[in-house]
């Protein structure tokens, strides 16, 4: 059974490539579409590439915000999402929105949460003299940055590292994790309920499963 992914994007959609080029022919997952705030957009263009459809709804057009969460409700339900994925999108969503898509609606943040909710997070990452960072997949709650934990990918923090070099560090290691954790719900492995994540009916630990990537 098909499991049908709306991805929404702001920017240059490089998690959204990786979400693309992780998909396989007999892949469960299918992203049925991208939609993005910001008709200039890259990520639009990566994936029209990959033939997948794209709509553009301007925040700046809509009254206010939950007129626009309205509205992208409206927009991801016309494409019977399984699953909606944020890939930098950049606008903080109503409670409304999140309540609608409770337990399939997917995040990635890049810093081992619950450290660092916010911007900055390599910098702030710096500033402590952390020897570890990362970056956490999480289900949508209407706590910012709170939601519960499915994966967290972790990166060594070199003596030499900038804000910039640690980022890179962490952006590939979320385009590791990020299809990762969209295939777990696709094949029907990862659910949330009530007690917390489930990954293969088994109740993940409060900081998901954790990757250590060196």
């Known amino acids: 059974m098909t499991c049908k992914v709306v991805v929404l994007i702001s920017g240059s959609g490089s998690n959204l490539q990786a979400l693309i080029d992780s998909l396989q022919a007999d892949s469960p997952a299918q992203i049925s579409a991208v ?3 910001r008709a200039d957009a890259f990520g639009l263009q990566r994936a029209a ?5 794209t709509q553009v709804l301007d925040h700046k057009a809509f009254a206010d915000r939950e007129a626009f969460d309205g509205a992208l409700i409206e927009a991801i339900d016309a494409y019977q999402a399984d699953l909606v994925i944020l890939a930098g999108f950049m606008r903080i969503l109503t409670l409304g929105f999140v309540t609608h898509y409770t337990g399939r609606l997917l995040n990635i943040h890049p810093s081992l949460l619950p450290k660092y ?3 900055h997070t390599h910098q702030r990452a710096l500033e402590a003299g952390d020897t570890e960072h990362g970056c956490s997949v999480h289900f949508v709650t209407e706590e910012l940055d709170g939601g519960p934990l499915v994966v967290q990918a972790v990166v060594p923090v070199m003596a030499d590292d900038t804000a910039d070099t640690l980022a890179e ?3 590939a290691a979320e385009h590791q994790i990020y299809p990762l954790a969209m295939h777990w719900f696709a094949q029907g492995r990862l659910q949330l309920d009530e007690r917390g994540c489930q990954l293969d009916g088994q109740l993940l630990p409060a900081s998901g499963q954790v990757i250590r990537t060196f």
């Open 35 to 37: 939609i993005s705030n």
């Open 49 to 53: 590439k990959a033939g997948i459809t």
């Open 169 to 171: 560090r962490v952006h």
């Open 117 to 119: 909710k916010g911007l």
